[in-house]
């Protein structure tokens, strides 16, 4: 069973500050997903990265897939009270002919003004 | 938006009765999948279906049952329910089969009483 780590679970800061969401397995993934959900809402794609080592920089969210594929890591540059909300990392399986997605328990972040 | 719908938004019922849930994917997209998300388990994925075939399953009750209809709209069907079935159900769908973005729809909200 693939299972991914997501740490911490529960995050408040000022608004300013910055932050890093870890995601991590034992697992190797083919690639892996940031998700950020709102109370009541489905999940909204942010990111997808699918090569070992890969960056991608989104305005102030940068993400990083581990080397060998089996973490990945969500950093806020300067959080603002918008980007409160539930972040979701999952990892799609490796060597499979199907799309099931294993998602981390995820991170409640709170921006405080 | 997403461009995946679900229907109801909300759906409050009684033990032991039945319930459908509706999904349409993005235009073009031939892959739909089921999570089930709940504040002690996460989102855990149901299913998946494929251009009409079942392609994967995950932790799925034996009183649940989908399928998926040559529109390519899917439903999903939670039979003799109980009071843990109370969850938020996901429609994700994506282009292919494996490893790529899936895009989820708002929602469907159960409360099983």
């Known amino acids: 069973t693939q299972l991914l780590e997501q740490s911490p679970q529960f995050l408040s800061i000022q608004e300013g500050e910055n932050l890093t969401v870890y995601c991590n397995s034992s697992s190797v993934f083919s690639s892996l997903q940031w998700y950020r959900q709102e109370p009541g809402e489905g999940p909204v794609l942010l990111v997808t990265?699918?090569?070992?080592?890969e960056v991608k920089k989104l305005k102030r969210l940068t993400f990083q897939f581990g080397d060998a594929r089996k973490d990945s890591s969500l950093h806020i540059t300067a959080a603002q009270p918008g980007d409160t909300g539930l972040y979701l990392c999952?990892?799609?399986?490796?060597?499979?002919?199907?799309?099931?997605?294993?998602f981390g328990q995820g991170t409640i972040l709170t921006v405080h003004p | 938006d997403s461009g995946v719908t679900q229907t109801p938004k909300h759906l409050i019922t009684a033990t032991g009765q039945r319930v459908t849930l509706r999904c349409s994917p993005r235009?073009?997209?031939?892959?739909v999948y089921w999570y089930q998300q709940s504040l002690d388990q996460g989102l855990q994925f149901l299913i998946q279906?494929?251009?009409?075939?079942?392609?994967a399953k995950g932790n799925i009750l034996e009183r649940f049952s989908a399928q998926q209809f040559p529109d390519l709209h899917s439903e999903l069907n939670l039979s003799s329910l109980e009071l843990g079935d109370s969850a938020l159900y996901f429609c994700?769908?994506?282009?292919?089969?494996?490893?790529?973005?899936?895009?989820f729809g708002p929602g469907t909200r159960l409360l099983v009483l």
């Open positions: 990265v699918v090569t070992g080592g």
């Open positions: 994700a769908s994506s282009a292919q089969t494996s490893g790529e973005t899936q895009y």
């Open positions: 235009s073009g997209d031939l892959s």
């Open positions: 279906y494929y251009n009409g075939e079942e392609r």
């Open positions: 999952a990892g799609a399986a490796m060597g499979t002919s199907y799309g099931k997605l294993t």
